[in-house]
C-alpha cells in the first residue's frame, strides 16, 4: 500500500451542494494530482499542484478548484454539485519535481462521492 | 492533447495461460508509461511502468513492451493466477507537457481456475 490517504471515504451530496475532498500525499511527496474516475472508466485528470500552486489543469470547469497546504496536503473542493459529479475522486502524489522518477505517481484509496 | 486507446475492454483466460493487453497512443511526444491494476473498491496500483528511452521491461511475470515507431505498448502476463484478476488501465504521459497522465479505459481480466 502507498502512504497516500484520503478522507471521507464515502460522502452523499445533493444537487447544488458544496464539498471538499482532502489527500495527504506519500512522506517526501511534493505534487499532488486529483483524478475522478466515473463507473466503469480510466481515471480523468483534474488538476495538479506543486508548492502550494496549480500546475496543470484538465478539462473540468471552474467549479472544480484546489488547494495545496505547506505540508504538501491537498483539498479539492467542487461547488455547485451535479448528478454527473458522481464518481470516485483519486488523488496521486509524486517525488519532487526535477528528481528521479517524478512522473511516477501513487494513488490514494479514493473518495467515493454520491450526488443525489 | 493525449488519447490512450486500450484494448480489449474485457479478457477472460484460464489459470496458466499468458495475458496481453495493448494500449495505443496518439501523443508522439509522450515519454513515460505507467500501468495500473485496481481490484474493486481499491485504489489504482501501479504494477510496472516504462519510459520511452527502454524497448522492454520485466518484473518476474510482468513485462511491458513499447514501440515508439507504432505507438503502442502492451502488458503481458504470465502463468496466470486467480488472484491476478482485476481491472488493469494503460496510462500515458508527456513529461514536457505537465504531469497529468492520460488513462485508457480499462481492462477487465477474469483469470479462472
Known amino acids: 500500500e502507498t502512504g497516500v490517504t484520503q478522507s471521507p471515504t464515502h460522502l452523499i451530496k445533493t444537487r447544488g451542494q458544496q464539498v471538499t475532498l482532502r489527500c495527504s500525499s506519500q512522506?517526501?511527496?511534493?505534487?499532488v494530482s486529483w483524478y475522478q474516475q466515473a463507473l466503469g472508466q480510466g481515471p480523468q485528470f483534474i488538476f495538479q499542484?506543486?508548492?502550494?500552486?496549480?500546475?496543470g489543469r484538465g478539462n473540468f470547469p471552474p467549479r472544480f478548484s484546489g488547494l495545496q497546504f505547506p505540508n504538501y496536503s491537498s483539498e479539492l473542493n467542487v461547488n455547485a454539485l451535479e448528478l454527473d459529479d458522481s464518481a470516485l475522486y483519486l488523488c496521486?502524489?509524486?517525488?519532487?519535481?526535477?528528481?528521479?522518477?517524478?512522473?511516477?505517481?501513487?494513488f490514494g484509496p479514493g473518495t467515493r462521492l454520491l450526488v443525489l | 492533447g493525449e488519447n490512450v486507446e486500450q484494448h480489449p475492454s474485457t479478457l477472460s483466460v484460464q489459470e496458466g495461460d499468458s495475458a496481453v493487453i495493448k494500449c495505443t497512443y496518439s501523443?508522439?511526444?509522450?515519454?513515460?508509461f505507467p500501468w495500473y491494476k485496481q481490484e474493486l473498491g481499491k485504489r489504482p496500483q501501479l504494477i510496472i511502468d516504462?519510459?520511452?528511452?527502454?524497448g522492454e521491461k520485466k518484473d518476474q511475470r510482468i513485462a511491458v513492451t513499447l514501440n515508439k515507431t507504432a505507438k503502442h505498448f502492451s502488458l503481458h502476463i504470465t502463468e496466470t493466477q486467480p488472484e491476478d484478476s482485476a481491472v488493469y488501465f494503460c496510462?500515458?504521459?508527456?513529461?514536457?507537457?505537465?504531469?497529468?497522465?492520460?488513462f485508457g479505459k480499462g481492462t477487465s481480466l477474469l483469470v479462472t481456475p
Open positions: 496521486a502524489s509524486s517525488s519532487p519535481h526535477g528528481g528521479t522518477y517524478q512522473e511516477t505517481q501513487y
Open positions: 512522506s517526501g511527496h511534493n505534487t
Open positions: 499542484y506543486y508548492r502550494e500552486e496549480e500546475n
Open positions: 501523443d508522439s511526444a509522450s515519454n513515460y
Open positions: 516504462i519510459r520511452s528511452n527502454v
Open positions: 496510462a500515458g504521459l508527456n513529461s514536457n507537457s505537465g504531469y497529468a497522465l492520460n
